[in-house]
């Protein structure tokens, strides 16, 4: 299924430079178009004395990299272009091909922008993930599968910035009064 959903993506590589080209730019270069575009929400989110919010995107996008690198120590999946001939738009390294590191990026980028800066500018971003993960099959240097680790990757990412966010905050709450049994010492 896989190698089937590649075969139907990057098999229309190839037959219309226009197109070609605006993937093989989406492919390399549209996830720092995307970095730039988190500090756009991010902006407001400064003025008001926020730099907590952007560290929190930024933290789980280290981690989304950081697990992504783990995920590909283990794995030893070849990428498409040195298993199969395939329409090979863009030089890569022979290196394993999943996750995809731009759709591990990306998508930790959109996901965390939705849950700690903005809804509305998290789904523009998870548009243009989306785009960046399509263009990389596209281009013949990942399988769709590679791209939906990355999405996963990104989203747990974000989700154990949540939770130790959480578990941080009720560390340092303030312990609630408890009721005694109506003495008064």
Request: hydrophobic letters at 55%; charged letters at 10%; aromatic letters at 8%.
């Amino acid at each position: 299924m896989n190698f089937h959903l590649f075969q139907i993506i990057n098999g229309a590589a190839g037959a219309h430079d226009p197109v070609d080209d605006l993937l093989e730019w989406a492919a390399i270069w549209l996830i720092f178009v995307m970095a730039a575009l988190t500090l756009v929400p991010g902006r407001t989110v400064l003025r008001v004395g926020g730099w907590t919010v952007l560290a929190r995107v930024g933290l789980a996008l280290l981690l989304a990299v950081g697990i992504g690198q783990a995920v590909g120590h283990l794995n030893h999946e070849p990428r498409p272009f040195q298993a199969h001939e395939v329409h090979q738009l863009i030089p890569h390294a022979n290196d394993v091909s999943m996750p995809s590191d731009h759709a591990t990026a990306a998508f930790a980028l959109a996901f965390a922008v939705t849950m700690f800066l903005s809804r509305r500018w998290g789904a523009v971003l998870t548009f243009l993930a989306l785009a960046v993960g399509f263009a990389r099959v596209w281009t013949g240097v990942h399988y769709p599968g590679d791209i939906l680790a990355g999405a996963l990757i990104g989203a747990a990412a974000v989700a154990i910035v949540l939770v130790g966010e959480r578990l941080l905050s009720r560390r340092s709450a303030p312990a609630k009064a408890t009721p005694t049994s109506g003495i008064n010492r």
